[in-house]
């Protein structure tokens, strides 16, 4: 099935032909610090063993009514959910990983930066995302849902999102009995055309490391009916 079809399942091995430069602003390291130098150096390593992948699936949004949201067949409950999705026929679901391959090359034992270098890994796997999905399906997925973030839409929903796209051990990805993610670099999320909304901007974790957006208060009370 082509892409514009509806179900065509696509597996992401994401390059990691980045610069120093690159790869330094995402890990939020400034050039000319000690901390450059060092990743200036390691960088053929984490170029040669990481190993990001994603998978993609289209998905149609069947029905939304009240906080009830059903796409292909399956129902969430989640106020944001509904609210986000409600004139939007059709969404990408994905799951992204850093992967593991750092960790495996046994390369980065003693490196003190190997979380930071897995989470910029991360990142540079979504940019590669909403890339690859702008310039083969014009699509603008840059609006984000994803399970856990928020109390409305726990995590508990991976295990219906992950059985959508299905055999994601394909990427080295699985959940917990929870519904966490493994490995800890990864996320999960419904992709939809809209206006760059991500769950950060509703989330009341103030001072978070890894806001991606400022919170909305204003929108907070027009989706929650109450103040944060
Ligand atoms: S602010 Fe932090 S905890 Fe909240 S959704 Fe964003 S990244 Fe997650």
């Known amino acids: 099935m082509n892409g514009n079809g509806g179900s065509e399942r696509i597996v992401l091995h994401i390059p990691t032909n980045f610069t ?22 390691t960088l053929p390593l984490i170029r040669q063993y990481g190993a ?20 292909e067949g399956v129902t969430f409950h989640s106020r944001v959910v509904a609210d ?17 391959g750092l960790e495996q090359s046994g ?21 590669y995302l909403d890339r690859y999905m702008k310039e083969r399906f014009r699509f ?22 992950f059985d959508m796209i299905g055999n994601v051990d394909e990427i080295g990805v699985s959940l917990n009995g929870a519904g966490y993610i493994r490995p800890w670099n990864s996320g999960s999320h419904i992709h939809f055309s809209g206006d760059g909304y991500q769950n950060c901007s509703l989330c009341r974790k103030y001072d978070c490391i890894g806001r991606r957006a400022p ?14």
Do not use: M
Request: glycine share 6%; charged share 30%; aromatic share 12%.
């Open 20 to 41: 120093a430069e690159e790869f330094a602003e995402l890990c939020r390291i400034e050039k000319g610090t000690s901390a450059f130098e060092e990743l200036e150096e």
């Open 52 to 71: 990001p992948k994603a998978i993609i699936k289209w998905a149609g949004v069947d029905r939304v009514e009240g906080d009830e949201t059903t796409i």
């Open 84 to 100: 986000k999705l409600r004139d939007t026929p059709r969404v990408f679901l994905s799951v992204v990983t850093a992967g593991e």
């Open 107 to 127: 390369q980065f034992a003693d490196d003190a930066f190997l979380d930071l270098y897995d989470g910029a890994l991360l990142f540079h796997a979504y940019k």
């Open 140 to 161: 603008d997925g840059s609006s984000v849902l994803s399970p856990g973030s928020l109390p409305d839409w726990p995590i508990q929903n991976n295990f219906a999102l």
């Open 215 to 228: 919170f909305d208060r204003a929108e907070y009370v027009r989706i929650f009916g109450t103040e944060p």
